[in-house]
C-alpha cells in the first residue's frame, strides 16, 4: 500500500481525502438521529482504530518515550477535532462551523510559507470560505467556541503529522493514536449517552459507525498522512479550503440543496487559491 500511494502525486491524495471526509459527514447526518455527537465521535474513532489496526497491526514494544509522547499528543489532538466538532455542527450551520475550524489550517499556511504570493492566496482563499460560510441565522456563541477549539487542535494535527510519520514507521502511529483515541473519548460517550436511549443495541448504528470512522479517519487521513510527507505544510494547508466547497457540491448532489450566486463565486475563490497555490509550490519547491 505504501508503494501504491508513493506513485500517486500528493495533491491527489489530499482531494481524495476531501473527498473522503465530505461522503463521511453525510453518513454522519444519519447517525445524530440514534447517537449524540460525541457517541458519533466515539464510534468513528472506534471504526477508524479497528480497520486500522488489523490491517496495520502497529508495533508497541521498544517504543521510545519521545514516540510516546508524541503519538499521544497527535491522539488528543485528532479525537478533539472530531468531537468538539461534532458539538459544533450541533449548534451551528454546518458552513459556518467549517469557517471557522478552518481559520487552523489557514494560520499554519499563513505562519509557514516562504513565499509572498501564498500570503495572496490565502486571503484570496479566506474570503471565500467566509463568503461560503454565511448564514442569515443568528449563531450560537458556544458553538463557535467548539469550531474555532476544532480549527486550533486541526492546526496542531497538521503540525504534528510530519513528525509522526517521521518516528512512526507506515500507519503505525495514526493506528495508535486512533486506538489512545477510542480510550480517551470512552467515557465522555458514556456520559453523553443517558436521555439518548440505547443507541449500543441497534446494530445499524455501529456499521454506520464503522463506515463513519472508515471514509470520515482511517482513508481521509492515512491519504493525509502521505500526502503531508511530500507536501509542504504552507500548501497542504490552503489544500484543505476546499473543503467547505466540496460540502457544499456533497449537499448539492446528495440533498438536492441549490446553490447561490455567492456560493457558487465563493468555491470559484477557493479553487482559484488552491490552484494558485499548487502552481506556486510547483514553481518553487524549497517552499
Not at 59 to 70: F, K, N, S
Request: charged residues 10%; positive net charge.
Amino acid at each position: 500500500m505504501n508503494a501504491l500511494l508513493g506513485r500517486i502525486p500528493a495533491v491527489v491524495l489530499v482531494l481524495a481525502a476531501i473527498v473522503s471526509v465530505q461522503l463521511g459527514s453525510s453518513l454522519a447526518k444519519g447517525l445524530f438521529t440514534a447517537a449524540p455527537p460525541l457517541v458519533a465521535a466515539w464510534l468513528r474513532v472506534t471504526g477508524a482504530a479497528l480497520l486500522l489496526g488489523v490491517i496495520v497491526r502497529p508495533r508497541l514494544t521498544g517504543r521510545t518515550p519521545a514516540q510516546w509522547r508524541l503519538v499521544i499528543a497527535h491522539a488528543v489532538c485528532l479525537t478533539g477535532m472530531n468531537a468538539v466538532f461534532y458539538e459544533a455542527i450541533r449548534r451551528i450551520p454546518v458552513g459556518m462551523a467549517v469557517t471557522f475550524e478552518f481559520l487552523g489550517p489557514l494560520l499554519v499556511a499563513i505562519l509557514t510559507t516562504r513565499r509572498r504570493s501564498d500570503w495572496l492566496w490565502a486571503l484570496l482563499a479566506a474570503v471565500g470560505v467566509a463568503m461560503l460560510g454565511f448564514s442569515p441565522e443568528p449563531l450560537d456563541p458556544v458553538g463557535v467556541v467548539f469550531a474555532l477549539t476544532a480549527g486550533g487542535c486541526w492546526a496542531l494535527y497538521i503540525m504534528l503529522t510530519p513528525r509522526l510519520a517521521e518516528q512512526w514507521e507506515g500507519f503505525t502511529g495514526l493506528a495508535t493514536g486512533m486506538a489512545l483515541g477510542t480510550v480517551l473519548l470512552g467515557p465522555l460517550a458514556v456520559l453523553a449517552t443517558p436521555g439518548f436511549g440505547p443507541w449500543y443495541v441497534h446494530p445499524s448504528v455501529w456499521v454506520m459507525g464503522l463506515g463513519l470512522g472508515l471514509l470520515s479517519s482511517a482513508l481521509p487521513y492515512g491519504l493525509e498522512l502521505r500526502a503531508l510527507e511530500r507536501m509542504p505544510r504552507s500548501t497542504f494547508g490552503i489544500l484543505m479550503a476546499l473543503e467547505p466547497a466540496a460540502a457544499a457540491l456533497v449537499a448539492w448532489g446528495w440533498l438536492g440543496e441549490s446553490l447561490g450566486w455567492h456560493e457558487l463565486a465563493a468555491m470559484t475563490m477557493v479553487i482559484a487559491a488552491s490552484v494558485g497555490t499548487v502552481v506556486s509550490a510547483r514553481r518553487d519547491p524549497s517552499g
